[in-house]
């Protein structure tokens, strides 16, 4: 790598000049945990009833805190390798403890691309026409009141309170998952969901 492709790429760091900035370990920790699950794609197909995988673009969200920017990135996902179109987008919002509103997303897609089944389709009819108003409050009321705590098993890079807030708030969007009918759940279904939910709760 030449000097001046060092210099280039310094440059379009978000996090570049602000090392005193408190927000700036945080996120390169999490930028390195995304990256660290980005190679993990296959694990993230499970029967979704039973655990599923939520991919964060934490390093992108945190570049729109940094810089202040007013803009939406795609939602984007790939099931085994295929990139699909999300059967639903549910809005995310809420408002914290301090006063401040958060917006954010929460897309899933069910299935597999190659093979949709009748089970399938009717669970996207129902995320569709479902009523997802006040989920986002719900999520954030559930995120604070059963907050994440590290066992010995967890493997955090980083353990702040911000961190520990974004795994509370993932935790709570079981709560968008729970709204579907046990009926709905058969056997053979799958799921994948995706958000850039950062899990702020302060």
């Known amino acids: 790598m030449t000097h001046d492709t060092e210099r280039e790429l310094a440059s379009a760091d978000p996090l ?7 927000l700036a370990p945080l996120l390169h920790g999490m930028i390195s945990d ?7 794609a296959p694990a993230s197909r499970r029967r979704w009833w039973r655990r599923r995988r939520i991919l964060l673009p934490f390093g992108l969200a945190g570049a729109a805190i940094l810089t202040g920017a007013v803009w939406l990135l795609p939602l984007g996902l790939s099931v085994n390798g295929t990139p699909v179109d999300l059967d639903v987008v549910i809005p995310i919002t809420y408002t914290t403890d301090t006063g401040i509103t958060v917006s954010c997303r929460y897309g ?6 190659e093979n949709r089944t009748a089970v399938d389709e009717r669970l996207v009819a129902f ?3 479902h ?10 009321d559930q995120a604070v009141a059963h ?16 961190v520990r807030d974004s795994f509370s708030f ?12 046990a009926a709905l759940r058969e056997p053979g279904s799958s799921a994948g969901a995706t958000s850039d939910c950062a899990g702020r709760l302060h």
């Open 16 to 22: 570049a000049g602000r090392a005193d900035d408190a």
């Open 34 to 40: 995304a990256r660290a699950a980005s190679t993990d």
């Open 108 to 113: 899933i897609y069910f299935g597999e691309p």
């Open 127 to 129: 995320v569709k026409s």
């Open 131 to 140: 009523d997802w108003s006040g989920i986002g409050q719900r999520i954030y």
């Open 147 to 162: 907050p994440f705590v590290p066992g010995p098993d967890s493997d955090l890079q980083v353990d702040t309170p911000e």
């Open 170 to 181: 993932s935790q709570a969007q079981d709560l968008i998952w729970q709204e579907i009918p």
